[in-house]
Nanobody, 124 residues
């Protein structure tokens, strides 16, 4: 079983950047696919980005392509989401999740382990 803790959220102006980290314990992330999800107020949780267990296959939601980058650091047992050119619509709680599946990483149902989330607020 893996435990996940997110950090790096905060308040930033539109156009700025934030770097979210997800630290894992209890197991190595080398055998997990990892995803970042977000939930805006009054909206359903949605996928933002995902990376396969090897760290090479990546998925991005259309809304963040070209602005966000997901990466996996096996040595540090963590996953990072670099967010650039932030927009007010990127505001929400960001969750890190781990999946033992090799496919379907764009779907919430593929993930078994979730962090508590970190708040990201982008002001106009």
């Amino acid at each position: 079983q893996v435990q996940l803790v997110e950090s790096g959220g905060g308040l930033v102006q539109a156009g700025g950047s934030l770097r979210l980290s997800c630290a894992a314990s209890g197991d190595s992330l080398s055998t997990y696919g990892m995803g970042w999800f977000r939930q805006a107020p009054g909206k359903d949780r949605e996928v933002v980005a995902a990376v396969g267990y090897s760290g090479t296959n990546k998925y991005y939601a259309d809304s963040v392509k070209g602005r966000f980058t997901i990466s996996k650091d096996i040595a540090k047992n963590m996953v990072v989401l670099q967010m650039n050119s932030l927009k007010p619509e990127d505001t929400g709680i960001y969750f890190c999740a781990a999946s033992s599946r090799y496919s379907g990483l764009d779907r919430q149902g593929s993930y078994s382990y979730w962090g508590q989330g970190t708040q990201v607020t982008v002001s106009p």
